[in-house]
């Protein structure tokens, strides 16, 4: 398949992709979300200004918290030692993207550019409170990964801004996991939970949990979290956060003819339990 | 668009159209036609190449973005008139049935055991979940990759 005519342009900075960058252009990294979409005619931008090879865009930095160039890859995020040490849930959930083809090019900005409501980052990202950081030919800003995804498909970007990088806080002292269900043929997730617990003796401090997959979008889940803040973890904390998960996503179903919208509701409750189970093993 | 990229260690200059995949470029500009087009949206594998060593579905690339770079397809995997060593085991093993798989299995999993000498039969089998035998021939050429697997790990 091929995709509809554009212009191409090479970027060697930022500034130059930023000054590249037409009304009706995307940006190309990897092109692993954007290159399907344009082959099936669903996106037809009329050009493309390749950042792929701008070196500041790419790479991890660990320093007190974690810094991500916007066109690292899924492969070099789920292999960094700094992001299993730091953020043990994102190495797991990128290295759950699609197959170590796909992961060995796809990018992180690319992945969350497109905001495919089953891809995996995101939820882990929602989670562990991510910032994104934009900038546009107006300059720069930050935004947070709750806030950056709006709805399917979905976000706070504006036509022109570019994603330089993304941020996380260190949670090296936590007990961070994320676990999907996948569907049978494409792997992309059923349903995908992420949990990030701080623990202070034998009780949890703060729980963070984020639910995608199942919905149409990342979606932080204040109940769930809230059912586990102050216990040690006990069977009735858990059944409370999986009882109350169902309810925090409920606003935000996406289901389709063979995993209804009330199905993955019901496994979302049960793969939270999982992925509690699977951070504290 | 002017690209150049190094394919089976020979260098190619061409004027192409930049919506040109890689794939298309390898079967039609320099006629390489072992690299096949299966599914064509990143899925079964039967288009995986090397992009400077690592695997990629040349389906998923275009010729432009792959400039300067080096390429190897499975035209390229035989060294000096002897064929690399996964290529013997699939033929030891019959690792194929129609082969319309075959070049994609072989490229991946050449790949896959250069980094992962000693890999086991599980760790195969999931590495091997990004390229679809519709034939379902899976046994034989999890079979052969293990072969090569360890024998890397033996040496």
Redesign the interface.
């Known amino acids: 398949?091929?995709?509809?005519?554009?212009?191409?342009a090479?970027a060697g900075s930022v500034d130059e992709a930023l000054s590249l960058i037409g009304d009706e252009g995307k940006f190309?990294a990897g092109?692993?979300s954007l290159?399907?979409v344009m082959?099936?005619r669903l996106a037809a931008p009329e050009q493309?200004v390749?950042i792929?090879g701008i070196d500041s865009l790419r790479g991890i930095s660990a320093d007190g918290g974690l810094t991500i160039g916007a066109t690292t890859t899924h492969?070099e995020i789920a292999a960094s030692a700094d992001v299993q040490a730091m953020c043990a849930g994102l190495a797991s959930a990128c290295g759950q993207v699609?197959?170590?083809?796909?992961r060995?090019?796809g990018t992180i900005g690319g992945n969350i550019a497109h905001a495919d409501p089953a891809s995996d980052p995101p939820t882990v990202l929602v989670a562990c409170g991510a910032t994104i950081h934009i900038q546009g030919a107006d300059g720069s800003r930050s935004v947070s990964a709750q806030d950056f995804f709006v709805d399917l498909f979905e976000t706070d970007l504006e036509d022109g801004e570019l994603i330089t990088s993304l941020s996380l806080p260190n949670c090296s002292d936590c007990q961070c996991a994320y676990v999907k269900f996948p569907h049978p043929a494409?792997?992309y997730a059923i349903v995908g939970v992420a949990v990030c617990l701080k623990m202070d003796g034998g009780t949890c401090a703060q729980a963070d949990i984020a639910v995608g997959g199942a919905t149409v979008k990342a979606v932080k889940c204040g109940g769930a979290e809230a059912a586990l803040t102050g216990s040690t973890l006990d069977d009735a904390a858990i059944s409370a956060a999986a009882e109350a998960v169902k309810a925090d996503i409920g606003d935000w179903l996406a289901g389709d003819i063979a995993y209804p919208e009330s199905y993955r509701q019901q496994m979302a409750g049960v793969f939270l339990r999982r992925a509690i189970a699977a951070a504290t093993g | 668009m002017q690209v150049s990229m190094t394919v089976n260690g020979v260098a190619h200059e061409a004027d192409v159209d930049p919506r040109t995949l890689l794939v298309h470029f390898l079967r039609e500009a320099l006629d390489l036609t072992g690299t096949k087009i299966g599914c064509d949206t990143s899925q079964c594998g039967a288009c995986t190449v090397h992009l400077n060593g690592k695997v990629l579905k040349s389906c998923t690339l275009l010729a432009v973005q792959a400039d300067g770079c080096e390429v190897t397809t499975i035209e390229g995997l035989a060294e000096a008139g002897e064929h690399h060593p996964m290529q013997t085991a699939f033929w030891e093993n019959h690792g194929l049935q129609c082969g319309y798989c075959t070049p994609g299995m072989i490229m991946a999993s050449a790949a896959f055991v250069r980094d992962n000498p000693g890999a086991s039969e599980a760790e195969i089998r999931h590495y091997l979940e990004g390229n679809i035998c519709r034939c379902t021939g899976y046994h034989n050429i999890v079979k052969a990759v293990k072969q090569v697997a360890d024998a890397a790990a033996a040496t």
Do not use: I
């Open positions: 398949m091929w995709p509809n005519e554009f212009d191409y090479r190309l092109g692993h290159l399907p082959k099936l493309l390749d792929g492969a699609g197959d170590q083809a796909v060995n090019f494409s792997r």
